[in-house]
């Protein structure tokens, strides 16, 4: 298998929190904060949401709040400092003016779409090959081999936790989920989730540019092993 493109192609970045009561008080004066930056907006009495399109459905950032969460997600992305800037300027504020001190989870979600040289089901076998043993599917009777596939593995490195999911995507999965304009034919999904649970808020200033780094690492090492 040989890799011809890798595209970031959306990242979600999310905080869970105590409810907050503050968060009627406060939500009017965060939406304006947040108005220069994403200028469309959509307000009632339990969440505020925010995009950079007239219309949600066809935003690329669109920014949620309610009285227990926030999350910010940001298609077509390319680069990662686009969303970095952008999730740390709304969730600084968020816990600055809702005077949040600890999170019960804060983390980020990166979707990664592969141009490869395979056909969607020479890559399907492919990653059979790599991921898992005939043995498996002798046990349970899978014959022939499976038509698809999804790899998910959750695990933690110190004190943060990741969720890995790969598998192929056809071109019909490609438009609906990610990109309505693509010409891939076949795509290889790469989607790290990569998160704390229940840590002071001081403690995840940091959080965006580390996490960034270790999935960077981390995909880099998985590249050489599929390619291998």
Same mark, same amino acid.
């Given at each position: 298998m040989i890799i011809k493109e890798r595209l970031l192609q959306q990242a979600i970045g999310e905080i869970r929190f105590k409810p907050k009561l503050s968060f009627h008080r406060y939500r009017f004066d965060l939406s304006d904060k947040f108005l220069e930056k994403l200028p469309s907006w959509n307000l009632n009495w339990r969440i505020i949401e925010l995009f950079d399109q007239k219309e949600k459905e066809k935003? /690329?950032?669109?920014?949620?709040?309610?009285?227990?969460?926030?999350?910010?997600l940001f298609k077509k992305l390319g680069v990662y400092e /686009?969303?970095?800037s952008l999730a740390?300027?709304?969730?600084?504020?968020?816990?600055?003016?809702?005077? *949040?001190?600890?999170? *019960?989870? $804060?983390?980020?979600?990166?979707? $990664?779409? $592969?141009? *490869?040289?395979?056909s969607f089901a020479n890559l399907?076998?492919?990653?059979?090959?790599?991921?898992?043993?005939?043995?498996?599917?002798?046990?349970?009777?899978i014959t022939p081999a499976p038509e698809d596939l999804a790899y998910v593995i959750v695990f933690k490195r110190a004190n943060k936790k990741f969720r890995l999911t790969l598998g192929p995507l056809s071109r019909e999965e490609i438009r609906n989920n990610?990109?309505?304009?693509?010409?891939?034919?076949?795509a290889l999904l790469i989607d790290i989730d990569c998160y704390f649970e229940n840590i002071p808020a001081r403690e995840t200033r940091p959080f965006l540019a580390e996490s960034?780094?270790?999935?960077?690492?981390?995909?880099?090492?998985?590249?050489? $092993?599929?390619?291998?």
């Amino acid at each position: 298998m040989i890799i011809k493109e890798r595209l970031l192609q959306q990242a979600i970045g999310e905080i869970r929190f105590k409810p907050k009561l503050s968060f009627h008080r406060y939500r009017f004066d965060l939406s304006d904060k947040f108005l220069e930056k994403l200028p469309s907006w959509n307000l009632n009495w339990r969440i505020i949401e925010l995009f950079d399109q007239k219309e949600k459905e066809k935003s /690329n950032r669109i920014f949620s709040l309610t009285n227990h969460a926030a999350s910010l997600l940001f298609k077509k992305l390319g680069v990662y400092e /686009n969303f970095k800037s952008l999730a740390q300027f709304l969730f600084e504020n968020t816990v600055k003016d809702l005077n *949040i001190d600890s999170f *019960i989870r $804060y983390g980020i979600r990166l979707f $990664y779409l $592969y141009e *490869i040289d395979l056909s969607f089901a020479n890559l399907k076998d492919h990653l059979l090959g790599r991921l898992y043993k005939d043995d498996l599917f002798r046990a349970i009777e899978i014959t022939p081999a499976p038509e698809d596939l999804a790899y998910v593995i959750v695990f933690k490195r110190a004190n943060k936790k990741f969720r890995l999911t790969l598998g192929p995507l056809s071109r019909e999965e490609i438009r609906n989920n990610f990109a309505e304009d693509s010409d891939l034919e076949v795509a290889l999904l790469i989607d790290i989730d990569c998160y704390f649970e229940n840590i002071p808020a001081r403690e995840t200033r940091p959080f965006l540019a580390e996490s960034f780094h270790e999935i960077s690492k981390m995909r880099e090492q998985l590249d050489a $092993y599929l390619q291998g």
